[in-house]
């Protein structure tokens, strides 16, 4: 099975790179830039910077010069993860060729315990282990074997998965009962043993990953803190908290244990930590860390657009949280909020050409940054205003990188009565349900037109079902069924046809995308008395060089009460323009305001931001 997570049981089965692919629309040219651009440009910068070159180094057993950030095996690995679901989706001979180098290169450093890193233990080096805080280790190993699932899974047992289950061995020697029972400064092996159990059978790495998750809250990290979720239980939390894509990656690895061993209190835990992150602590784009001090999320309600963090990662690590709490549950809102992370937090934090990248991705863009060096990797901190093609820490673009090789399997599901479509992407789905084919092909150019059409390419008779997600914000849906019957369908739930499908039958889906006014909960002080603009499922956002004489974004107010328009393929909104100035920003309730200069202001894509040059940028615009 060509995917990268596969529970027991559940109530869909999720397809595999095999039976799903993505034929055109923006996640077919993600996908494709994805392969032609990203990955390499992703292999140029690890070579350059030398931090595949610390593998070599490493292997000589002499001491070395080190490049690269505690973490920074992490992101080879992830690269590799990405290239084995991109071989597994193409079959490319130059990138198998390419796996194969990096693979040696790899192997050559591991120790004959299954011990493999290239920051500790060396030497020279501080011992193995001995900064479990903030040494990362046990997460770069978490990637490098979700890296080897993912090579398993479309190409069998090599070298690779070789060294990745001697990777998994050592972990549960060391830290298994009885050896070091204490946890990583950041999740992400938890999430990677569950699913090596998952995909060779071995139970040993499940309950590793057990222990893992039950250690935290035991405060064996020095200063044990929310920042690392080991302040309490996993299953004593009520809310996402701390480090967001630690949260998220631990809350993911949570779902997988519970699941795997039936643990229903646990399972309930994180999905009640999920909702009321959702319902307190996520931006209007899906984007979660909800400011940047700590990468964090913050208190409830504390969403500054400004100061929004909503790193890439963490929109890599909701969609993984998502996806299980999905195909456990069989709930479709976890798939709206697939969608609402995939185009407003994964799709813009590469830019169209692949080969730069945001790392925090906040609402509201100050400044009108000018782009950073091309050939200089940008410090994290400054991520904001431009996509810069690396950092520091550049956790985000190997990251996106091995997702957007993976998309296509968060389009749809199966079960014994059949297909569910969760996103819209042309694509052709073709696998078994109750083991009969039954194959669809979807065309449609969502969401810049919000009509789906589902033609059925293989059925043997049975009665199937076909079901299309109806997002939360499609009101006023309705589906035709292949009697060319249209009905409506309630928002925020599935459009089901039921039918003994002949292959030519059709299916059309309606959902209007037209541009909606969304105002904030007045809980948030942040955004109170603005309001934004969404268009489907897409977040729009203003930005200066839209603006009469690229005015600054703070110079705009708009008018809410009117509807805004779509034109051209363009939306406005009616606004007015202000040019202020004076000595004290405050006065009285009476003081005469100056009114600005009307004006219709187009809005883009936030996804689409930061691509025409240095501009000032807002989500959220006050109203007039
Ligand atoms: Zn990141």
């Known amino acids: 099975m060509r995917t990268p997570v596969h529970p027991s049981g559940g109530a869909l089965r999720p397809l595999g790179l095999d039976e799903v692919r993505i034929t055109g629309g923006y996640w077919g040219r993600r996908q494709q830039t994805n392969a032609d651009a990203t990955i390499g440009h992703c292999l140029h910068w690890l070579e350059k910077l030398g931090w595949i070159a610390n593998f070599d180094r490493a292997a000589t057993g002499a001491p070395f010069e080190r490049a690269g950030r505690e973490f920074s095996d992490s992101e080879i690995y992830k690269l590799a993860e990405a290239m084995a679901w991109e071989i597994g989706r193409t079959g490319s001979p130059e990138l198998e060729a390419e796996f194969a180098r990096l693979t040696e290169r790899i192997a050559a450093a591991q120790e004959d315990d299954g011990y493999l890193n290239t920051m500790f233990g060396h030497p020279g080096q501080a011992p193995r282990y001995s900064d479990l805080e903030w040494g990362h280790e046990l997460y770069c190993y978490g990637h490098l074997i979700q890296a080897g699932v993912a090579r398993l899974r479309t190409r069998g047992e090599d070298a690779f998965t070789a060294l990745a289950r001697r990777v998994a061995d050592h972990v549960c020697d060391a830290f298994g009962a009885g050896g070091i029972e204490r946890i990583c400064g950041h999740p992400e092996i938890e999430v990677a043993l569950a699913e090596l159990a998952r995909a060779t059978g071995e139970t040993r790495y499940l309950e590793q990953a057990r222990l893992f998750i039950e250690r935290h809250g035991g405060r064996t990290l020095a200063d044990a803190g929310e920042y690392y979720q080991d302040d309490m239980p996993v299953r004593a939390a009520e809310v996402l908290r701390g480090h967001a894509v630690r949260a998220l990656y631990l809350s993911s690895g949570a779902i ?24 307190r602590r996520t931006h209007l784009t899906g984007g979660m860390g909800s400011q940047y001090q700590d990468e964090a999320f913050g208190r409830d309600f504390a969403l500054p657009p400004d100061r929004a963090y909503s790193e890439s990662c963490a929109g890599v690590a909701a969609v993984m949280t998502a996806w299980r709490l999905l195909l456990q549950t069989g709930d479709a809102a976890y798939a709206d909020m697939i969608e609402r992370v995939s185009w407003n937090v994964l799709a813009g934090a590469a830019a169209p050409d692949g080969t730069s990248f945001f790392y925090a991705n906040p609402l509201h863009q100050r400044t009108a940054d000018p782009d950073p060096a091309p050939d200089r990797e940008l410090p994290h901190v400054q991520g904001g205003g431009r996509r810069a093609p690396w950092y520091d820490v550049s956790c985000c673009p190997t990251n996106l990188a091995r997702t957007f090789a993976q998309y296509a399997i968060y389009l749809a599901t199966a079960d014994r009565q059949g297909i569910q479509i969760h996103q819209f992407a042309p694509c052709t789905i073709d696998t078994e349900v109750d083991g009969e084919r039954f194959a669809l092909a979807v065309a449609t150019s969502y969401p810049d037109d919000g009509t789906v059409v589902v033609r059925v390419e293989a059925n043997q008779g049975s009665e199937r079902t076909v079901s299309l997600r109806v997002p939360v914000w499609a009101e ?149």
């Open 476 to 624: 006023g849906a309705t589906v035709t069924g292949p009697d060319g019957e249209t009905r409506p369908v309630a928002a925020g739930r599935a459009a089901s046809v039921t039918a003994a499908f002949a292959p030519g039958d059709e299916i059309r889906l309606h959902l209007p995308v037209e541009p909606r006014w969304t105002m904030p909960d007045p809980r948030i002080d942040a955004v109170r008395g603005c309001a934004a603009v969404e268009r489907g499922p897409v977040v729009l956002c203003a930005e200066s060089v839209d603006l009469p004489g690229e005015a600054d974004v703070a110079e705009l107010t708009v008018d809410a009460a009117a509807l805004p328009i779509e034109r051209d393929g363009s939306v406005y909104v009616a606004a007015q323009v202000h040019d202020r100035d004076g000595d004290w920003p405050y006065g009285s309730p009476t003081a005469p305001d100056d009114e600005g200069k009307s004006a219709e202001v187009a809005l883009v894509p936030f996804h689409r931001r930061a691509t025409r040059g240095p501009a000032s940028m807002r989500v959220w615009l006050p109203q007039s």
């Open 256 to 279: 997988d244990v519970a699941v795997e061993t039936g643990d229903e209190e646990l399972f309930e835990a994180v999905r009640r930590q999920w909702h009321r992150a959702l319902a």
